[in-house]
């Protein structure tokens, strides 16, 4: 059974930071691009990056450039993602997928999808 599993959301002040991770299951990690997509509330899904299956490449919206830092360890099967510098305006749902497009913010567009992790930014 394939899984991902979000954790390390939770309520943080603007400035703050938190580290998301996505333990994987069920299928070749390593061989899978990764991402992470984001929902605000009240708004639709947002692609908030990308990295490749080594490692070596990522891609962020221009939104989190500079803040956000995607990584994974394909020997432990989790990607990561090191949020810093957080905004009332990154508060959303995260989650992780795997196997779909670059850009990609629509769960119809990944093979796999986990079940969210809330993050609260506010003050």
């Known amino acids: 059974e394939v899984q991902l599993v979000e954790s390390g959301g939770g309520t943080v002040q603007p400035g703050g930071s938190l580290r998301l991770a996505c333990a994987a299951s069920?299928?070749?990690?390593?061989?899978?691009?990764m991402s992470w997509v984001r929902e605000a509330p009240g708004k639709g899904l947002e692609w908030v990056s990308s990295?490749?299956?080594?490692?070596?490449?990522?891609y962020y919206t221009n939104a989190v450039k500079g803040r956000f830092t995607t990584s994974r360890d394909n020997a432990k099967n989790t990607l990561y993602l090191q949020m810093n510098s957080l905004q009332p305006e990154d508060t959303a749902v995260y989650y992780c997928?795997?196997?779909?497009?670059?850009?990609?913010?629509?769960?119809?567009?990944?093979?796999?999808w986990g079940q969210g992790t809330q993050v609260t930014v506010s003050s």
């Open positions: 990295i490749h299956t080594g490692g070596g490449s990522t």
């Open positions: 997928a795997a196997d779909g497009p670059l850009g990609g913010s629509q769960r119809s567009e990944y093979n796999y």
């Open positions: 069920g299928f070749t990690f390593g061989t899978y691009w």
